[in-house]
T-cell receptor, first 113, second 111 residues
Framework: DTAVSQTPKYLVTQMGNDKSIKCEQN?????MYWYKQDSKKFLKIMFS???????INETVPNRFSPKSPDKAHLNLHINSLELGDSAVYFC????????????FGPGTRLTVT | DQQVKQNSPSLSVQEGRISILNCDYTNSMFDYFLWYKKYPAEGPTFLIS?????DKNEDGRFTVFLNKSAKHLSLHIVPSQPGDSAVYFCAASAHANQFYFGTGTSLTVIP
């Protein structure tokens, strides 16, 4: 029974397209996150939501828009995809906004051609 | 600006010996540190943590040491086992919720 799941696992698309990545957690956690791991393996936080409210919004292009329909879901929509968006995107959740002991999803490998 | 650095991209250790993974940070305001372990095609999983009020935390075969003056922490795994082969990330936070990750060290434990 997967704790944090992401779909799709792989996503290949062309520049200029719009795509979404979905994330769901069944842990009953209050806080969810999106991270980006680039080609240098640098794992960097993008967004954090606590009880559906945005609490962290790092310097991320406006083309990236997170949406949290409920506490268990945090989706990431990306408009006008660029080559530099190619990366692995990880969703995570934690019990509360302290962020200690985050549970990660398996990642979504996005390739923009 | 990378505030958390893991300068060794890889490490190989014989089974049964000690593995020492290192992590350096630049922000003196960091007060909580975590280690995550990641297998291929999976997300990172939490391993062990330490707050800045301690200099050591132990959990079974895993021990994390924190040297605040040197802005350095290390993860010791003893004895190392083949199943420990994975990428290890350290992460640090200056306040709750926002953690900064290093680039990881790939550990290979040789049977």
């Amino acid at each position: 029974d997967t704790a944090v799941s992401q779909t799709p696992k792989y996503l290949v698309t062309q520049m200029g397209n719009d795509k979404s990545i979905k994330c769901e957690q069944n842990l009953g956690h209050d806080t969810m996150y999106w991270y980006k791991q680039d080609s240098k393996k640098f794992l960097k936080i993008m967004f954090s939501y606590n009880n559906k409210e945005l609490i962290i919004n790092e310097t991320v292009p406006n083309r990236f828009s997170p949406k949290s329909p409920d506490k268990a879901h945090l989706n990431l929509h990306i408009n006008s995809l660029e080559l530099g968006d190619s990366a692995v995107y990880f969703c995570a959740s934690s019990q509360d906004a302290s962020g200690y002991e985050q549970y990660f999803g398996p990642g979504t490998r996005l390739t923009v051609t | 600006d990378q505030q958390v650095k893991q300068n060794s991209p890889s490490l190989s250790v014989q089974e049964g010996r000690i593995s020492i993974l290192n992590c350096d940070y630049t922000n003196s305001m960091f007060d909580y540190f975590l280690w995550y372990k990641k297998y291929p095609a999976e997300g990172p999983t939490f391993l062990i943590s330490i707050s800045s009020i301690k200099d050591k935390n132990e959990d079974g075969r895993f021990t994390v040491f924190l040297n605040k003056s040197a802005k350095h922490l290390s993860l010791h795994i003893v004895p190392s086992q083949p199943g420990d082969s994975a990428v290890y990330f350290c992460a640090a936070s200056a306040h709750a919720n926002q953690f900064y990750f290093g680039t990881g060290t790939s550990l290979t434990v040789i049977p």
